[in-house]
């Protein structure tokens, strides 16, 4: 049995493709940069945790990016919405012997390694961890088997995703752990200070 395993879910960058809610107030060009920063920033925090890692294209698979192939397995995006996408990550990583799964997108500069560490500990002792966003979804979710009712009946990149997602939980009786609420960038108005 494998221990810990962090999945990155990564869109590839291509203009005009990336942050559409961002780029209609920006621009598709920074809103371009401001992707390839925040995905430059979730490749430091990631890299230091000790549990694997898997990069999820949204596209194809690039091994000639900044994502280094010797720290980061790569695999493809398949589904066809986010909630199928993540179904099938966490059900490839529980068929490969992992116990502890966590998914993230590249969307929050607030987030650190030792929070990350936290999701992982918090999978010894509950069955899920989810980390609430400020605009009503969530950063982080993990789990130590597949629990597919996470995953359907979302309206997605809407504010009720993180609420849904809980009262899935309290139903089916699952223990979780929460997180700290973070800030994921989507609009110009999410934008820290050193992104603006």
């Not at 068929?95 to 999978?123: A, M, W």
Request: glycine share 6%; with cysteine.
């Amino acid at each position: 049995m494998k221990a810990d395993l962090l999945i990155i879910f990564y869109r590839n960058p291509e203009l005009g493709k990336v942050k559409s809610r961002l780029a209609a107030t920006v621009g598709e060009e920074r809103a371009l940069a401001i992707y390839l920063k925040l995905a430059s920033f979730t490749r430091s925090v990631t890299s230091v945790v000790n549990c694997d890692r898997v990069v999820y294209y949204s596209e194809f698979i690039d091994r000639e990016d900044n994502w280094p192939n010797d720290g980061y397995f790569k695999h493809l995006q398949k589904g066809d919405d986010l909630g199928s996408k993540m179904k099938h990550a966490f059900e490839t990583a529980f068929s490969q012997g992992y116990k502890h799964v966590c998914i993230i997108g590249t969307d929050c500069l607030e987030l650190t390694s030792d929070i990350l560490k936290e999701s992982f500990e918090i999978l010894k002792k509950k069955d899920v961890v989810v980390g609430p966003a400020f605009d009503g979804g969530y950063y982080l979710l993990g789990m130590n088997r597949l629990i597919t009712a996470v995953f359907t009946n979302k309206t997605w990149s809407t504010n009720s995703v993180y609420s849904d997602t809980i009262d899935d939980l309290k139903r089916n009786r699952f223990s979780y752990g929460i997180l700290p609420t973070l800030n994921d960038v989507d609009n110009e108005s999410d934008l820290p200070q050193q992104l603006r």
